[in-house]
């Protein structure tokens, strides 16, 4: 992020909510579940700094998926050389994002690539791993954090649907009895000479 100007503004106000956001906790509980999961030793220490200095390559998010979701495409990443230029590493993030996708993340937890390399929203990057983590954990792979909502679909018969819209529900609230007799509402405007 040194090659790039200090924000001012507006957006020096996103960015320091983005960086309040992170949370150190939950980022050495993910680094710890990362280690276990693919073996390596890595420093688990949730500090932004080193958060972001770990996951940077993509190779251990590679290894990580292909863990947890095998694929000779990962397989082949992880098996390479250490990726060192910049345009090789993103490809490998991007691999590691592709492969988060295809194991159940939603669109919405997914970071972009950017967000890891520049290390300009970490945030993103922590959450897309947890969310990881609980898809891991839904399907029975060690995974961390909150069990996944199950979709609990209902199926309503006619006569119960309409029944439902004689009722006036508590958010509507209710007038008491109160009615708008007496308003003049739109009266015309009387000037005096």
Not at 46 to 62: I, Y
Request: proline letters at 3%; one cysteine or more; hydrophobic letters at 35%.
């Amino acid at each position: 992020m040194s090659h790039r100007a200090t924000k001012s503004g507006f957006a020096a106000e996103a960015q320091q909510k983005n960086l309040d956001k992170f949370d150190k906790n939950l980022a050495t509980e993910i680094l710890q579940w990362i280690q276990t999961t693919t073996g390596e030793s890595i420093n688990t220490s949730g500090d932004m700094d080193n958060f972001g200095a770990v996951l940077k390559n993509g190779m251990l998010l590679c290894k990580l998926m292909n863990t947890l979701a095998p694929s000779p495409q990962l397989q082949k990443i992880i098996n390479g050389k250490v990726p060192t230029l910049a345009f090789k590493c993103m490809e490998v993030i991007n691999q590691a994002v592709m492969a988060m996708e295809s194991y159940g993340v939603p669109k919405t937890e997914l970071f972009q690539t950017v967000d890891l390399w520049e290390a300009g929203n970490l945030t993103a990057v922590l959450t897309c791993c947890s969310a990881v983590g609980r898809k891991a954990k839904s399907k029975g792979q060690g995974g961390i954090g909150p069990k996944e909502s199950a979709k609990n679909e209902r199926q309503f018969t006619e006569e119960q649907l309409r029944q439902g819209q004689s009722v006036i529900g508590l958010q509507m609230g209710t007038n008491k009895g109160a009615s708008q007799a007496g308003m003049n509402m739109g009266n015309t405007r009387h000037i005096m000479d």
